[in-house]
């Protein structure tokens, strides 16, 4: 190839004789490229990005893949053929199993590298002809098309250089096997007297039945089986004929048993009437063009105008986008080239018009249950982790998002708190107290975003002066507690659907059960606790009724609050931040006064089942 270093050029050319001069045939151009593949002369281009590409990366990773492999190969087939006068059967267990760890390794190491080799080739290639958003997908699916064609080739290189390099290391075993049968000398009965005079532990010290022995048919197969594994690639990248299956892999060509064609995986039909190609990218050019347009009309009619005041204008602009909308290729591509624009424009009806074209989306691959789905929303979520700007942040954008349920909360959350840890800013904050009223207003659930909020509690504690955001993580955690009792089917009891408890009554228990706790640990010998029982009798909190349900439950969760409150994370050695230890001063007293009103006054069975029940309907709501 031309412009490849030498070293790399011989590395390549290993793989086949001839086959870069005739790398052209080989790349796919897929059919959703259409005419752009003519114009742009993709035929001619792609071969040269392949072969540039594998100049940047073939070197170092064969050359690394093959020393490992040699290294490993060799200490363990001259000590498994220490004995063996065939120096065949040596070979050939060599070979097996240096080639199939050096593919191996070859394949681990290269794809990653490759891909992103291939990709900027491409672009560097395309760019001056094509708009930046036709490029990305252009780009995408070219090095889908060709990644496993340059990866076979680097890993029939490194296999090649790998059986060469084996057999230089071992060429001195070779030649004392056939100089011994030369002069008739018994290799193995002369091996083993060798190793006696030297002290060897290996293989003198073994049992008779663990000695290597000439010819094992047992231990030839474990390297026969190096032979059988799979490497994960196809021979050619999946093809697009005419006549619907691939070629034969021209790196197979004269392998014994290599098929003549793989089989490949039928592109799913679109149905009738489906865009598809450089149709589809025009299509969808036009249809951005129209939404803009549309878009842009509302604002300068009004500023300030809402998704709802223009929903029904904007209706047939949604209409088109879900005309083009067809098999699962196509709704995917149409996907991301929405989720590329989903930040470029800020405004509220944008937004809008954007979560609504994904949930179109959604809606075209099956649902949000469905797999495609799963991947659209995972393509969203990973595209707002990548944006570098405060863009991401847009409060009118994560919004629409969250009500179509399109954002893939507990990654949002993880993200959002290492931000919170690293670095405190408004507009973290701000996002922070949006996905608390999301909570709040039930399109989210606590648990999804949970280490966020948790973080902001804490954050707001220290500050001293955001009441109103401590109160609205408490209105979210009761709400998202009601949400989920409803959903456990949990009975209508102690306040678990409705945690509208008697005034004061929260401040009653909590003060007792503080009162108790101080008891507990001034005198931890003592079992009956008769005056702070008498205390709870006059209270009338032992009746059995809704009363004794409602003090079990905000019992478990002052308990169970300060548990989770008391644990105070610390650093991991990579700097990142793992749980600390919990403190249990709360749990402890909760057990013993159970303890007590269970066994020593009376509760018996009939407190012991309230108390049961109230943890497990908790255990049920909470886990919701």
């Known amino acids: 190839a031309a412009g490849m270093p030498a070293a790399a050029a011989a590395a390549a050319s290993a793989a086949e004789p001839g086959l870069l001069t005739k790398l052209h045939t080989y790349v796919q151009i897929s059919p959703q490229l259409g005419v752009l593949a003519e114009r742009l002369g993709l035929k001619r281009l792609v071969p ?19 020393t490992i492999a040699c290294m490993t190969t060799y200490e363990l087939v001259t000590k498994d053929y220490a004995n063996d006068p065939d120096e065949s059967r040596l070979r050939a267990a060599a070979h097996l199993m240096v080639s199939s760890l050096a593919g191996s390794l070859a394949l681990v190491t290269c794809k990653e590298p490759l891909r992103v080799s291939l990709g900027s080739q491409l672009k560097m290639m395309l760019q001056p002809s094509m708009d930046p958003a036709t490029l990305a997908q252009a780009v995408e699916l070219l090095v889908n098309d060709n990644l496993d064609l340059g ?28 100089a011994a049968r030369q002069r008739n000398v018994d290799f ?53 004929p005419e006549g619907g299956a691939p070629p034969g892999s021209p790196l197979q060509a ?59 204008e904007l209706a047939p602009v949604l209409g088109q986008f879900k005309e ?23 405004s509220k009806v944008h937004a809008s018009l954007h979560a609504e074209a994904l949930a179109l989306c959604v809606a075209a691959m099956g649902g949000p249950d469905s797999l495609g789905a799963r991947r659209i929303c995972s393509e969203l979520t990973s595209f707002w982790v990548q944006i570098n700007s405060e863009a991401k942040l847009n409060r009118d954008v994560a919004e629409a998002l ?6 893939l909360l507990p990654e949002v959350d993880a993200y959002l708190a290492k931000l919170l840890l690293q670095t405190r800013t408004q507009a973290l904050g701000d996002f922070a107290v949006l996905l608390a009223r999301a909570v709040k207003d039930g399109l989210a659930g606590y648990a999804d975003v949970s280490m966020s909020l948790e973080l902001l509690g804490k954050l707001s504690a220290a ?64 079992k009956l606790h008769a005056p702070f029982v ?3 009798r006059t209270a009338g909190l032992l009746n059995l009724d809704d009363v004794t349900d409602r003090m079990l439950r905000i019992l478990v969760e002052l308990a169970v609050n300060h548990c989770l409150q008391s644990e105070a994370p610390t650093t991991r050695p990579d700097g990142t931040q793992a749980p600390g230890p919990l403190s249990f001063l709360a749990v402890d007293p909760l057990v013993k006064l159970m303890v007590c009103l269970v066994a020593g006054h009376g509760g018996g069975e009939a407190f012991l089942n309230r108390m049961l029940a109230m943890t497990v309907c908790l255990l049920r709501r909470d886990a919701e």
């Open 48 to 66: 040269v990005a392949v072969d540039r590409a594998m100049c940047e990366i073939i070197t170092p990773i064969v050359e690394r893949s093959v």
């Open 151 to 178: 990866c076979t080739i680097i890993e029939r290189a490194a296999t090649d250089k790998a059986v060469r390099d084996i057999d230089k290391s071992l060429a001195q075993a070779y030649e004392a096997r056939v």
């Open 188 to 240: 193995y009965r002369r091996s083993l007297m060798e190793q006696q005079q030297q002290g060897a532990a290996f293989p003198a010290a073994l049992p008779d039945s663990l000695k290597p022995k000439p010819g094992n048919p047992a231990q030839q197969r474990v390297y026969e089986d190096y032979g059988r594994l799979p490497r994960g690639v196809h021979p050619l990248p999946r093809g697009y």
């Open 254 to 312: 004269g392998m014994e048993g290599a098929p003549g064609a793989v089989p490949d995986r039928p592109e799913s039909r679109l149905p009738e009437g489906t865009l598809h190609g450089a149709a589809l990218i025009e299509g969808l050019m036009t249809w951005t063009a129209a939404a803009d347009s549309a878009v842009n009309a509302a604002l300068q009619r009004d500023a300030n105008t809402s998704w709802e005041a223009c929903a029904s």
């Open 324 to 346: 083009m909308l067809g098999g699962e290729d196509v709704t995917l591509f149409c996907a991301k080239r929405i989720i590329r624009r989903t930040w470029e424009y800020l």
């Open 402 to 407: 969250i009500r179509k349920g399109l954002l």
């Open 463 to 526: 500050a001293g002066s955001n009441e109103a955001i401590l109160q609205l993580l408490n209105a979210a955690r009761q709400s998202s507690r009601a949400r989920a009792a409803l959903r456990a089917g949990l009975p209508d009891l102690a306040g678990l659907k409705d945690k509208q408890d008697p005034p004061g009554f929260h401040q009653q228990v909590a003060q007792l059960f503080e009162d108790f706790a101080r008891r507990a640990m001034a005198n931890p010998e003592e």
């Open 534 to 536: 008498a205390q709870l």
